[in-house]
């Protein structure tokens, strides 16, 4: 495609209202995703800056940049950035929303105003999110948890910070619901379920997670708003409350949000793995029974976050046992996406490149799950650094290094326009050695005794901890010029054609940047699967 082309023909990108009005009130699910896909990578980098400073503040003992007071209210807003406005989101919202009804073969969502709507819940609930920072009794400290009884009797304005998270919890299930009716209603003629693509069914299992699990979150901060407000004493201890109470609430809903967090990035490597080995997907039926399997399964596990708070020895059996079971579908997947490498013509281009970094990361951090999943062991490093290490690993690991991958991917068909391929692998590399660098160091360092959310330490942590955070360096340089070139390759990047990765589903059969409606007058007619590379005429 040449410039001229590219300039004649933007699609979906030229169409509509024009200017800022055409955006934010469009219900094209395209243009949505896109005010996802930038909302959601702003917090990211708003998330990272303030990661960056509570390494920075941990590089030695004592005091550095930041008082005891203003470190419990960064760790508290970079877990909520990242949390609720980065990895729950990040992939389903903007990459469902861009890619999934395009795959499937459809011409928007099911509902598209109401797709408009829960990206405007999302922009309100971070604009009250940011506004608790600045309002009240100043930013909440109390973890992006939000345990009680602190949280329902410190000044800061931890109720605003509630409301917030009520809000986004509106904006996910939305979400869901119209993903799930999408996926029922809207596939086009030949889009049986069984070809449906990986990335959708990725999207439909973590949808049912959202619509199940979310309204439990909901339910949990508008109780902990309602104890602050008037003091009913449904978890404070001194009003005879049951703090534990809140703790079961929180993870039926926050360890099934694990899954949605990662689900959608397990989808994004199974659909990029067979396009990059030039292979079709192993065992496409297993991987769609296992991703069902670990959005059941994760649903019933959430109270292994709570070893040691004295529930009883069968309890802990139970949850134990459970957990090493939801290791099955996790392990199917990986087994497969190893069997579908195997003896491929890989090409190593910048997608697969992320797509191998989630996999090795996300294994290590199941691995370590697997640690605290066991009751003998957890009870030792339980609040430590190790859970620290474990959690980036199996979320910024996993989810971060999918979403990554994602935009490597998909980006360019969006857009129309490539990034420096040279450029993305050297930032690739620097991100994963950063990465390594920081964690692991975070692991030991855990595994030594030392307990997270504490503002200082022992002088044995600091060789350690100077570790992590000169790794934590390594890690912004490789974030920003990753971010840089693909944020000037969407812009100023060479045009590319339909499908410049070898593609065989939907979205890589239509112009780049895909029209307004997606196809033609002419709803497509699937006669194969998403990844049979000779009946597309790839091979």
Not at 95 to 109: E, S, T, Y
Not at 268 to 287: E, L
Not at 322 to 341: D, R
Not at 367 to 391: E, K, P, Q
Request: proline share 6%; charged share 10%; hydrophobic share 50%.
């Amino acid at each position: 495609m040449t410039e001229q082309s590219y300039a004649a023909d933007r699609g979906f990108l030229s169409t509509g209202r024009p200017g800022i009005l055409g955006w934010i009130f469009s219900t094209d699910h395209k243009r949505i995703g896109l005010l996802y896909l930038w909302c959601i990578v702003t917090f990211f980098c708003v998330g990272m800056l303030l990661g960056l400073l509570i390494r920075l503040e941990l590089f030695s003992p004592g005091a550095d940049i930041m008082t005891a007071q203003t470190y419990n209210a960064a760790f508290t807003l970079h877990g909520v950035i990242m949390i609720f406005l980065f990895i729950i989101p990040g992939i389903p919202a903007a990459f469902g929303n861009l890619i999934m009804p395009i795959q499937i073969g459809a011409r928007d969502v099911a509902f598209p105003r109401l797709n408009l709507f829960s990206w405007w819940l999302y922009v309100t609930g971070a604009a009250l999110a940011l506004t608790s920072l600045f309002t009240g009794g100043g930013p909440p400290d109390t973890g992006w948890t939000f345990y009680v009884p602190f949280s329902a009797q410190t000044s800061t304005n931890v109720s605003l910070a509630a409301i917030a998270v009520f809000i986004l919890g509106f904006s996910s299930i939305l979400t869901g619901l119209n993903f799930v009716t999408t996926i029922h209603r809207l596939r086009t003629q030949g889009m049986t379920w069984m070809r449906i693509p990986l990335f959708t069914w990725s999207l439909y299992a973590t949808a049912w997670i959202q619509i199940l699990a979310t309204p439990v979150l909901g339910i949990t901060v508008a109780l902990l708003f309602v104890e602050r407000m008037l003091g009913t004493g449904l978890f404070d201890p001194n009003l005879g409350g049951d703090p534990i109470m809140f703790q079961h609430l929180f993870w039926i809903y926050s360890h099934p949000a694990v899954y949605i967090m990662v689900l959608p990035g397990m989808g994004v490597v199974s659909d990029i793995v067979p396009v990059f080995a030039r292979k079709p997907a192993f065992g496409y039926k297993a991987i769609v029974v296992s991703s069902l399997a670990i959005a059941f399964a994760g649903s019933l596990v959430w109270a292994h976050h709570m070893y040691t708070s004295g529930m009883s020895d069968t309890a802990v059996l139970v949850f134990s046992f459970l957990t090493f079971i939801v290791a099955i579908p996790s392990a199917i997947k990986v087994f497969n996406w190893l069997a579908t490498l195997y003896q491929g013509s890989i090409l190593l281009d910048p997608p697969l490149l992320f797509s191998l970094s989630f996999i090795l990361l996300f294994t290590i951090g199941g691995l370590t799950g697997l640690v605290l999943g066991a009751a003998a062991t957890d009870i030792h490093v339980h609040d430590t650094h190790f859970v620290v290490g474990h959690f980036h690993f199996t979320m910024f690991g996993g989810t971060g290094m999918a979403f990554f991958a994602a935009m490597h991917y998909w980006l360019p068909k969006i857009y129309g326009r490539m990034y420096n391929k040279a450029v993305a692998t050297v930032a690739w590399g620097i991100i994963f050695i950063g990465f390594c660098v920081t964690y692991i160091s975070m692991k030991v360092v855990g595994m030594m005794g030392m307990p997270r959310r504490y503002f200082d330490y022992v002088p044995e942590f600091t060789g350690l901890n100077q570790l992590a955070t000169i790794g934590s360096w390594i890690l912004g340089i490789g974030l920003a010029l990753m971010f840089y070139n693909v944020i000037r390759g969407c812009f100023k990047g060479t045009p590319v054609e339909a499908n410049p990765w070898g593609g065989a589903s939907l979205e890589w059969q239509i112009p780049s940047p895909p029209p307004t409606e997606n196809f033609g007058e002419d709803d497509p007619v699937v006669t194969h699967g998403p990844y049979d590379f000779k009946a597309a005429g790839i091979l």
